[in-house]
């Protein structure tokens, strides 16, 4: 788990020639997403991100303070049953880090361990309601520790993805279906990027032993669908995001100078589209960007101040054929925020 919110996006100037492809506006067209988030977000009661706060001790900051889910009509809401501080696979408390915490794209649903059992649990934020997660999946594996848990909820919350960051990379990443209790298993070596937008697939990476990268797109049940080895413009670049259709894949271009660029990568076809400048500002970064139910982009950027503090997060939608954004949300983060959360992570 990371311990503080960076601007540490990965930015190189790679060029690649770009192959015959449909434009980016086209390459979506039919792909149309079932997920409920576009309407869960509008309501007042879905989150718009989760801190805790920090403290000073010994001259360095620490967590302080419980989970605290700021809500979209601008009320707070704390989770005092949401653990903070994690335990380490000895089961010693780290009171230097905070504990793993995952919040659904439509921002309804949250997931932390709960303080009174130690067990991964599943929060409807509108209804306040807690359930454990089925069995095993609830617990923390043997020889690993709660900060080597890393849970994703699907955009509509509906499914909640664990990664171990074990040592070996053998222990599965688990795929947890809420509303029927059954899991499924996805190879545990590769690394998460996330989930299409209507909650059925899941992009995955990993290191090939040539160096290169491979993209692997799987269902919620662990069935595999396209994988290919990427070129360097996609693997070298963040964030990505893929979309309902399993095989177009978003990268947003941070150079070292100018405006970032979004370009489109086809894994059926090995396909890379033309880069088209996205009109961010020049004092923020991008962080995420997810498909939407429209065929169109949500992208989260951020401001930081002079010390590298995050200080506002705005969304906002991409249209994937020429770059233009329209603002749908932004907010302060707290300043006194150790660690935070947006909707999605």
């Known amino acids: 788990m990371k311990q503080t919110r960076t601007l540490a996006l990965l930015a190189m100037a790679a060029a690649v020639t770009a192959t015959a492809l449909t434009s980016p506006a086209e390459a979506f067209t039919g792909v149309a997403s079932t997920t409920k988030a576009s309407k869960a977000t509008k309501s007042s009661e879905a989150a718009r991100y989760a801190a805790v706060s920090g403290c000073t001790k010994h001259g360095y900051s620490v967590p302080c303070g419980p989970w605290r889910v700021t809500l979209r009509n601008g009320k707070t809401v704390t989770l005092s049953d949401a653990t903070v501080y994690p335990r380490t696979d000895h089961g010693k408390v780290d009171k230097e880090s905070a504990a793993p915490f995952a919040i659904s794209g439509d921002g309804t649903r949250v997931v932390y361990f709960r303080k009174s059992d130690r067990k991964l649990v599943w929060q409807d934020l509108p209804t306040g309601r807690a359930h454990s997660l089925p069995g095993a999946s609830a617990k923390v594996p043997k020889g690993v520790g709660m900060s080597d848990v890393d849970p994703t909820l699907s955009p509509d919350g509906d499914a909640v993805l664990i990664d171990y960051n074990d040592e070996s990379g053998k222990l599965a990443t688990l795929v947890v279906h809420l509303g029927s209790g059954e899991v499924a298993k996805l190879p545990g070596g590769d690394t998460v990027q996330g989930f299409s937008p209507d909650g059925r697939r899941i992009l995955l990476s990993h290191f090939t032993g040539d160096n290169t990268t491979e993209l692997a797109v799987y269902d919620t049940d ?107 949300d932004s907010f302060k983060v707290r300043t006194n925020a150790w660690t935070w959360w947006l909707p999605g992570e």
């Open 222 to 328: 662990g069935g595999e669908g396209e994988s290919r080895e990427v070129p360097q413009v996609v693997s070298n670049n963040s964030p990505i995001a893929l979309a309902d259709d399993g095989v177009t894949v978003a990268v947003v271009i941070s150079p070292t100078s100018g405006k970032p660029r979004l370009r489109q990568y086809d894994l059926s076809t090995d396909a890379v589209s033309p880069a088209i400048d996205i009109d961010v500002p020049a004092a923020e970064s991008p962080y995420r960007i997810d498909w939407d139910d429209s065929g169109k982009l949500t992208l989260w950027h951020l401001r930081s101040n002079d010390n590298d503090t995050v200080t506002r997060a705005t969304a906002s939608r991409i249209d994937p054929s020429n770059g233009d954004l329209k603002k749908v």
